[in-house]
């Protein structure tokens, strides 16, 4: 494995790769990391030099650890079962709630991306008329999201949203009754012994729970070997379960579960992706956890998938 990884690397085929951390069995059995231009969400950093204790923007893979914060939750009262209507989580919209579409929406619709509403995450990060960048702006993060008009019936089909999860972010803050990150230190960093973290806040002091954290990769790889481990006591095994049930096709053997992505062909495993190369992928049949941090922010490369498929020699 190290040496398919080192040839990627010398070739040149993953120039922006950031860190690099393999587990097998719980063992670190392969870390590397490199240097680059680095931000935190749209904020340059400059020409960083990545090592062990350096923190790294996760962007989307956000959503899988807000997946499993829902999870911790859910367990302890705090939230509502996912089959419960999502409009009377936020009963400060009145008049959204009369709209009978609206009024049908789960929070099953937003752990899994079937919300039906238009939002368009096609454009770069930077740019203003992304939805995600337009509900940051926005005076009301919830309002804007669940004031989108209807394009198809909810629960027809995943389509990717942001704004899916700043929903979660923001049911969970409000059953824990403090903000999402100092919930998710309390309950799910510190029980992994995650000291260090960042976690991003939009203009309304609220954490962007769609892209905003930041954690070192080899960090982010225990929280994959927790998944690995059915949740220990730190998630409920049967969350886990059900987090990683493929529920709605995306292409092909490739779905989606509760905001984690699973593929169900030959080689199963579960994933996380976030913007510029981020990845958590945990394959339970090999024991395996790998995760990567790169620096191709809205730029199309993939140093990410070079470096996965030399770790898993595909």
């Known amino acids: 494995m190290a040496d398919r990884v080192d040839d990627v690397l010398r070739s040149g085929k993953a120039p922006n790769l950031h860190g690099l951390v393999v587990l097998r ?58 089959g419960e209507r999502l409009m009377g989580q936020f009963p400060e919209y009145p008049d959204l709630g009369e709209d009978p579409a609206r009024a049908r929406l789960t929070i099953e619709h937003v752990l899994t ?10 454009l770069p990060y930077t740019d203003p008329a992304n939805s995600e960048i337009a509900m940051e702006l926005a005076a009301d993060r919830y309002r804007y999201v669940l004031g989108r008009p209807f394009v198809e019936e909810a629960g027809t089909r995943w389509h990717y949203s942001g704004g899916a999860t700043a ?59 927790l998944v690995l481990d059915g949740g220990r006591d730190v998630v409920p095994g049967g969350w886990i379960e059900e987090m990683l049930r493929p529920r709605v096709v995306i292409d092909g053997d490739f779905h989606y579960g509760y905001q984690w992505y699973v593929n169900t062909g030959e080689h199963r495993w579960a994933e996380c992706i976030g913007n510029g190369g981020q990845r958590l992928l945990v394959a339970p049949g090999e024991d395996l956890v790998v995760a990567v941090t790169a620096g191709e922010y809205d730029s199309g490369q993939d140093s990410a998938t070079a470096v996965l498929d030399a770790v898993l020699d595909r």
């Open 113 to 122: 991306m079937t919300l039906g509403l238009d939002w368009d995450e096609s």
């Open 167 to 225: 929903l979660l972010g923001g049911i969970i803050a409000r059953g824990a009754g403090r903000p999402l990150a100092e919930y998710a230190a309390a309950m799910l960093f510190e029980p992994l012994g995650i000291r260090a973290f960042d976690w991003f806040k939009g203009n309304d002091g609220v954490e962007a729970a769609a892209s905003g954290l930041r954690l070192r990769p080899i960090d982010l790889a225990a929280v994959g070997r």
């Open 25 to 82: 069995g719980g063992d670190v059995v392969l870390e590397r990391y490199g240097a680059g231009q680095d931000h935190r969400l749209n904020v340059p950093l400059g020409h960083v030099e990545f090592g062990r204790d350096t923190l790294h923007d996760l962007r989307s893979v956000t959503k899988s650890v807000v997946g499993l914060l829902y999870g911790i939750a859910l367990r302890d009262g705090l939230v509502p079962e996912p």
